[in-house]
């Protein structure tokens, strides 16, 4: 399974990454996001695509899927209630609701691109790799 691999040891917190997002969904905010953690350095946070996700757990409406070929964790606008369920399940803040739809706004993996997200080609200090993981 492909994940993103994020080395916050190169990260600089310049928002690359999360402007990639937005232009490649052409979207009003983006599906990662950089904090600052309690050591005042940039964390970056992205879906894990977790193996046993509690967003999918938590779906009363089947929006939520664990795609079994891929790995990823999908979510499916047209099946969602916008009950928030899986931005409380979610246990590393991930999740977030769009700010003018409402819609659930998660990483797809920038999944109709063919080279992979654009988050990891568009950082400039190299802090996100995508890479094969096994379980």
């Known amino acids: ?3 993103i691999r994020i080395d ?11 402007s990639a997002c937005i232009v490649f969904h052409e979207a009003s905010d983006s599906r990662n996001r ?3 953690d309690s050591f005042n350095k940039p964390a970056p946070i992205f879906c894990r695509h977790c193996t046993l996700p509690e967003c999918v757990y938590t779906c009363m409406t089947g929006a939520m899927t664990k795609n079994a070929e891929t790995g990823f964790v ?6 969602c209630a916008k009950c ?3 931005i409380m399940a979610c246990p590393y ?10 819609d659930i706004m998660k990483c797809d993996m920038c999944g109709t691109r063919r080279e992979g997200p654009l988050c990891v080609e568009k950082c400039p200090m190299g802090a996100l790799e995508q890479r094969e993981v096994y379980q």
């Open 84 to 86: 928030g369920m899986c």
């Open 34 to 36: 950089v904090v600052i």
């Open 1 to 3: 399974m492909i994940r």
């Open 93 to 102: 803040g991930v999740l977030k609701p769009d700010r003018i739809s409402g």
């Open 8 to 18: 916050r040891s190169k990260c600089i917190g310049c928002l690359t990454c999360v």
């Open 74 to 79: 999908e979510h499916n606008p047209r099946h």
